[in-house]
């Protein structure tokens, strides 16, 4: 016997799509206005850090369509073709801004090191002002994808732009000391520090999205306690072949196999649901697909009430 939970409304809504990409929207205007500012700036002030988050800030445009895009195609209702829907778009978007990112990062560290080598005189006014003016810019874009840091798809926004917002800081705080102190060897020193943070960030959301991709076990879920939970059910002996993964931004699936005594189907129907229940209960796991079988075959189960390894496997 195969049963197929039914499920109505998995995946995000429409409301979610239209408030997320006009968000989205809004940012790359935004985000284009202060990558003009910035390159302008740069070239004038002489300064590499102001140029490197301009460039940084320009691979943003790219990555926030992509994204967009992700989002509209995530409502989009399943298809004869693609039967689980667009749900996974958004993690094929912060897969493949990750890897913009790595690129990004790569330049950024090459060419600060190229001006660490050779400092030039940097105009700190400029590079004061621009960087106030990119902090107000890229604070309320982070601010904006707050409400949507739960989706990976807007989290990589969200994580991209915090860390420019961070960045603007450096920048800032680097301006001064170079009024101060007459270093110049602190703009170069930005840059890098820019170049290592959106490193460290890429490789975070690229190491998320492809473990999703592989239809890894989510981060947050142990197998051995999601078969406890389905064996607590009454009258299940034994449960194996249990596959849990991520379809896309909340919505986690499992399918297994699960031994009953033979029973009428009202019975069996009445487990299902239990262990439905319990699943979405304490693991957020909504998309399930159960396989019933005779209890009494030989054991060549995994998972069984008192032991969590019977086979040795």
């Known amino acids: 016997m195969h049963l197929h939970a039914d499920h109505q409304g998995e995946g995000p809504s429409h409301g979610y799509a239209t408030g997320s990409s006009g968000v989205l929207g809004a940012a790359m205007l935004a985000t284009l206005v202060l990558v003009v500012v910035e390159f302008t700036s740069g070239m004038l002030g002489h300064s590499i850090a102001l140029i490197s988050d301009g460039v940084h800030n320009l691979t943003d445009l790219p990555t926030i369509l992509i994204s967009w895009i992700a989002v509209r195609l995530s409502v989009r209702p399943p298809t004869a073709e693609k039967t689980y829907g ?71 926004i969200l994580i991209h732009n915090f860390g420019d917002a961070l960045s603007n800081v450096a920048i800032f705080a680097g301006a001064l000391a170079i009024r101060w102190t007459g270093a110049r060897w602190v703009d170069p020193a930005i840059g890098m520090a820019i170049g290592l943070m959106v490193l460290w960030s890429a490789l975070g959301i690229l190491r998320e999205s492809s473990h999703i991709l592989l239809e890894g076990l989510p981060r947050h879920l142990k197998l051995d306690s999601v078969a406890q939970t389905i064996l607590a059910v009454d009258n299940v002996k034994e449960v194996h072949d249990i596959h849990v993964w991520t379809i896309g931004t909340d919505l986690q699936a499992i399918s297994c196999h699960v031994r009953i005594p033979d029973m009428h189907m009202e019975d069996s129907e009445r487990i299902l649901r239990a262990i439905r229940e319990r699943l979405a209960d304490r693991f957020h796991i909504t998309h399930t697909t159960i396989q019933f079988e005779r209890a009494g075959l030989p054991e060549t189960g995994y998972f069984m009430p008192g032991s969590i390894h019977p086979s040795g496997k």
């Open 86 to 156: 667009y749900h996974r778009s958004g993690i094929l978007a912060a897969f493949v801004n990750a890897i913009l990112l790595v690129l990004v990062a790569g330049y950024i560290l090459f060419e600060s090191y190229q001006r660490l080598r050779r400092p030039v005189e940097v105009h700190t006014a400029m590079m004061l002002g621009v960087a106030v003016f990119a902090l107000c810019v890229n604070g309320g874009i982070t601010l904006g994808l707050v409400g949507g840091r739960k989706d990976l798809n807007l989290r990589s």
